[in-house]
């Protein structure tokens, strides 16, 4: 057969000459890739064989097999899966920057130590090419179940890979390993060593559901050994609690997620009654980077009767639990079903409505029993569950009561709904909540002033989810959540209940001046009137109480939605030297040209004191220079 030799693309050398000359701190981790590799091979032709009874493959007896032979210093890693033909071997494995290499190299290169550098192999995809860090040279033979003809690949991790098709070729692939001679001081153990093998195996793959098989070297005087399983296959969701240690959970949930963290919780389900189905679900401790990006992989495995279904179901859990990971194994669903109709089912659907409401429950165990970790669970993950606060009104509360927020009543300590209520002043009716980029911009917010005077709670809400969720909710237990920067706020209706008398008296004092600003800013605003919110500034913007504002504006113009322009509200604070200074001259002289700018400037300054920007910048620099330079 004909020998093809192809080069590496740039960014595939680079990877491979990393995990060859870089040093790690535990090499062991190839033969975990290898065997996981293998599995899924398997677990794909077991599929595939359901979904298609005449493809021609044999599934009566799937395993792992690993060979050694000490004499060539050779470790294969063999299965008799699914297999790849010519083409798929070529695409797959000379060319891996589809799998993330640019992300993995960019990290490789960040890590700081050892450790952390050798925990990111295997979280980009690229596990096969871990075998360079124990192998001077790999080969690679598979056939694709159904087909006739088998590929050889062949690379020693430098350059070039050879590929040749091959007439001989067993279904499956084995992953041939010409291993490098032991350095136990480099960490690079003897992988001939029966007893290495055995121990890597139990280590990293006992929950492994096919059978991991080694015939064990044969004694002087004795034939040919049987060959010998190695795994339990006992899947880790069907043993008793009792019965697995926390290491072996957190090895399942680095297989199933390819991270090399361990998981911030481990929740146990096991259903019993009509329809019986266990789970064994892990929250992350840590957020992954593409957690909001659109092609972010979410759901959690689906097995019936331990024969895998599907990898990303993404019908068992909501959107907002999407950084859940886990395994779900149900006894009645029909296994000949599509895809798209085995998400109606409503066998899926109830497990989705319990696996929901137990995470949840989690979360709520997490915030009342250990704060530290609930306090990371939150960090990383809040921002995404606050989305079910808009997305799933049958758990609303429950989310809400495992939600916590920033809060003007500690720099440190966020707040859940429930203790706000319980620190409301006499007389509060409402809960008051302001929105922005972040907390410094929206504690220095003029629509804070007021509430900052009277030492009034604001919740400070800074994630984009925010702006929505809020509307979406509307109340808690019976109290109206109220954005400070939105409508009309009367705090000294609230507890004091001062007379009115002085604000009618100013209302009509400035009457002229409200509706001359109106006129000269009728592009702008719809509305100049005294403010009751501001205490230091001279003038703030304020929505309209059911307006969009003007984060959620360009929130759905980013989204492609086109929205109509907002007009707002401007407020005076009648008490401001400024403000007093703008009606003295309204009421001096007719000609109010040069007050019409200062109308404009005043405006303008109130849209960037909450962050926004000026309509026409050259503009409002202009009539800054002008007023500035007449000062001096």
């Known amino acids: 057969m004909t020998t093809e030799t192809f080069e590496f693309q740039v960014e595939a050398r680079q990877l491979l000459q990393l995990m060859i000359h870089s040093v790690y701190s535990n090499k062991d981790v190839f033969l975990r890739e290898l065997v996981s590799n293998a599995s899924d091979a398997l677990d794909k032709l077991r599929l595939e064989k359901l979904r298609d009874d005449s493809l021609d493959a044999d599934?009566?007896?799937?395993?792992?097999?690993?060979?050694?032979?000490?004499?060539a210093r050779t470790l294969t890693v063999r299965d008799n899966g699914i297999g790849m033909s010519y083409?798929?071997?070529?695409?797959?494995?000379?060319?891996?920057?589809?799998?993330?290499?640019?992300t993995f190299l960019q990290e490789l290169k960040e890590a700081k130590d050892a450790a952390g550098a050798e925990g990111l192999i295997g979280q980009f995809g690229v596990g096969f090419y871990s075998g360079f860090m124990v192998a001077d040279e790999v080969t690679l033979v598979t056939r694709r179940a159904g087909e006739g003809q088998g590929t050889r690949w062949t690379s020693r991790g430098e350059a070039t890979y050879t590929l040749e098709r091959v007439d001989d070729a067993p279904q499956g692939t084995s992953v041939t390993l010409h291993l490098k001679p032991a350095d136990p001081e480099n960490q690079l153990h003897d992988y001939t060593s029966e007893w290495t093998i055995r121990e890597i195996v139990k280590r990293y793959s006992d929950f492994i559901t096919w059978p991991i098989r080694m015939v064990p070297q044969a004694k002087d005087g004795e034939g040919t050994p049987e060959p010998e399983t190695l795994n339990s296959m006992k899947a880790l969701w069907a043993r008793s609690r009792d019965e697995v240690s926390d290491d072996e959970y957190h090895e399942l949930y680095k297989h199933i997620s390819h991270d090399w963290r361990d998981p911030l919780e481990t929740i146990r389900l096991q259903a019993e009654g009509t329809f019986e189905y266990q789970a064994l679900l892990f929250v992350p401790s840590h957020a992954p980077h593409d957690l909001f990006t659109r092609d972010f992989k979410r759901g959690v495995q689906l097995y019936v009767k331990r024969v895998f279904i599907m990898d990303d179901c993404e019908a068992l859990l909501p959107p907002y639990l999407r950084f859940v990971k886990g395994v779900v194994d149900a006894q009645d669903l029909s296994l000949n079903v599509s895809r798209e109709i085995l998400q109606q089912d409503r066998h899926i659907r109830m497990m989705q409505r319990r696996l929901t409401k137990k995470v949840?429950?989690?979360?709520?165990?997490?915030?009342?029993?250990?704060?530290?970790?609930?306090a990371t669970f939150w960090r990383e993950f809040g921002t995404a569950l606050k989305e079910g606060l808009v997305t799933d009104s049958d758990n609303r509360d429950a989310i809400l009561a495992v939600s916590s927020f920033a809060t003007t009543h500690s720099?440190?300590?966020?707040?859940?709904?429930?203790?706000?209520?319980?620190?409301?002043?006499?007389?509060?009716?409402?809960?008051?909540y302001i929105t922005g980029e972040s907390r410094q911009s929206i504690e220095n917010s003029p629509h804070m002033e007021a509430f900052r005077d009277k030492g009034i709670e604001v919740l400070l809400l800074t994630d984009a989810v925010d702006e929505v969720w809020v509307d979406a909710v509307g109340e808690y237990e019976g109290k109206k959540l109220r954005s400070v920067a939105k409508g009309e706020i009367d705090l000294d209706a609230e507890g004091e209940e001062k007379a009115g008398e002085e604000r009618e008296k100013q209302a009509e004092e400035y009457a002229g001046?409200?509706?001359?600003?109106?006129?000269?800013?009728?592009?702008?605003?719809?509305?100049?009137?005294l403010s009751t919110r501001l205490t230091v500034s001279p003038a703030c913007v304020v929505s309209d109480a059911h307006d969009l504002t003007p984060a959620l504006e360009n929130m759905y113009r980013a989204m492609g939605q086109e929205v109509p322009r907002t007009k707002r509200i401007l407020e005076l604070n009648p008490g401001h030297p400024l403000v007093k200074g703008l009606h003295q001259a309204y009421q001096a002289s007719e000609d109010r040209t040069e007050l019409a700018e200062s109308a404009e400037l005043l405006h303008t300054l109130a849209v960037l004191a909450e962050g926004g920007q000026p309509k026409d910048p050259a503009r409002f620099v202009r009539l800054v220079s002008d007023r500035l330079e007449r000062t001096l």
């Open 59 to 71: 599934v009566s007896d799937l395993h792992i097999e690993l060979d050694v032979d000490k004499e």
């Open 87 to 102: 083409d798929e071997v070529g695409r797959l494995i000379g060319t891996i920057a589809n799998s993330g290499t640019a």
């Open 360 to 374: 949840l429950s989690t979360v709520k165990e997490l915030m009342t029993g250990d704060a530290e970790r609930y």
């Open 411 to 432: 720099d440190e300590e966020p707040t859940t709904l429930a203790r706000y209520v319980e620190r409301m002043k006499d007389g509060q009716n409402d809960i008051y």
């Open 513 to 529: 001046l409200l509706g001359w600003m109106r006129e000269q800013l009728d592009e702008d605003i719809k509305e100049v009137r």
